[in-house]
């Protein structure tokens, strides 16, 4: 029997959500009702992590109390922590991966369990830096209880200023949930066959990893970083899009608009470059945005190639002072948040995901 072929499961629903809502024609996504345009800037990651798991965006105190939740799961259990030593010398995602799958698999499919994942994943991210820089994480200060200000403290090992801060803030709303793609279809497949949470993560986190998904920022932007200025932006592109090679950073499987997380990051970013030289390089990726935007809509008019996430993640986290193999993972530690909401989703309205494949193989073979 031959099944029509959906490939890439392009234009497929299997699950009703209630998380988010991905609107690629207008350019709009909604998380549980709230524009991301509306929420990122204004509320914290913390918020988020409510919002997604309560329902609705908490209170101060109540997001405080999520914060402290998270807090306390950035301390690693024992084989976690082994996991990321032996891993000391590995690219971050690879350690990043192999810590989790560490982890001891939990019997809840809930959102506690999800709240001591999200604290696991930056608590994973921060000791694998330190401990590739063989450094200890210095004190924190009393004010720095929210998840950003965790991960920058850990990463940049200094108080980060409350500038700071607020853009990690902004990028990790941004980056937290986002209906489906290929990192969260395969958390819910994982749960689909009643696995466990941190199976259905460590699998999120392997997926993530991949240059059509979240393994873009690093490469992006050591892209920009070798173009180096606005005249060489044009033939760069040019010559990129001969050798049919993608410019990293554009297109985008629903989205047929620009990337509305694209003006969020850049708005962000504009609120954190203040020096001459962060405000050139600002002006230098807004150049490239839209030279390569022109271009592309020149050679290839039909395909609606506009610019995705990435550029303004790779720009904003660059400005952070983040290293750029930090950034794949950073991008796990917000979207942490929405792969476990799904998990929970998934698994209380459960059916096991079980796709066909069309068989083309030889048939009737003897031996
Ligand atoms: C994100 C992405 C995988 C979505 O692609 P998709 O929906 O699967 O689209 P397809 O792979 O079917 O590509 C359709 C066409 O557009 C072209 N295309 C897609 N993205 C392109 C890009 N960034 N640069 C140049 N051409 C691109 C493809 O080459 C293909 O052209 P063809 O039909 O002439 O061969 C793709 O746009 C991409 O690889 N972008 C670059 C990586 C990136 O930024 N990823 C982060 C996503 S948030």
Redesign the pocket.
């Known amino acids: 029997m031959s099944a029509h072929i959906y490939r890439?499961l392009?234009g497929v629903a299997f699950a009703k959500t209630a998380l988010s809502e991905v609107d690629g024609a207008a350019g709009r996504v909604t998380i549980r009702g709230y524009d991301l345009r509306d929420l990122a800037g204004k509320v914290t990651f913390d918020d988020i992590v409510g919002l997604l798991f309560q329902g609705d965006l908490p209170t101060p105190s109540g997001r405080d109390a999520l914060a402290a939740s998270i807090r306390e799961a950035v301390t690693l259990p024992f084989a976690a922590s082994a996991a990321l030593s032996r891993a000391v010398a590995a690219d971050p995602m690879d350690a990043l991966r192999a810590a989790a799958a560490a982890l001891p698999s939990p019997s809840e499919t809930n959102a506690a369990t999800a709240i001591s994942l999200i604290g696991g994943v930056a608590g994973m991210i921060t000791d694998h830096h330190r401990l590739r820089l063989s450094e200890i994480t210095p004190p924190e200060a009393p004010e720095e209880r929210s998840t950003a200000a965790f991960l920058l403290h850990g990463v940049l090992g200094r108080t980060p200023t409350i500038a700071q801060t607020r853009a990690l803030d902004a990028y990790l709303v941004t980056m937290s949930e986002h209906g489906m793609n290929a990192s969260t279809f395969v958390a819910r497949c994982v749960i689909s066959t009643d696995s466990d949470m941190v199976s259905a993560l460590t699998a999120a986190i392997a997926s993530l990893k991949g240059?059509?998904?979240?393994g873009?920022p690093g490469p992006?932007l050591h892209d920009l970083l070798a173009i180096g200025e606005t005249s060489r932006i044009e033939p760069w592109v040019r010559a990129?899009?001969a050798q049919?090679?993608?410019?990293?950073?554009?297109?985008?499987?629903v989205y047929k608009v620009r990337?509305p997380r694209a003006e969020v990051l850049a708005e962000a970013a504009g609120e954190l470059a203040q020096t001459d030289k962060e405000k050139a390089l600002l002006q230098f990726v807004q150049d490239f945005d839209a030279i390569t935007s022109a271009v592309?809509a020149e050679i290839?008019p039909t395909?609606k190639?506009f610019v995705?996430?990435?550029l303004y993640a790779a720009l904003i986290l660059h400005l952070l002072g983040i290293p750029a193999d930090l950034f794949t993972p950073l991008f796990a530690a917000g979207r942490t948040a929405g792969w476990c909401a799904h998990m929970i989703e998934q698994h209380g309205d459960n059916r096991l995901i079980h796709p066909e494949v069309s068989y083309v193989g030889a048939r009737g073979r003897e031996i």
Do not use: T
């Open positions: 890439g392009e240059p059509r998904h979240g873009v992006l990129q899009v049919k090679k993608r410019i990293l950073g554009f297109g985008h499987r990337d592309l290839k395909h190639l995705n996430v990435e």
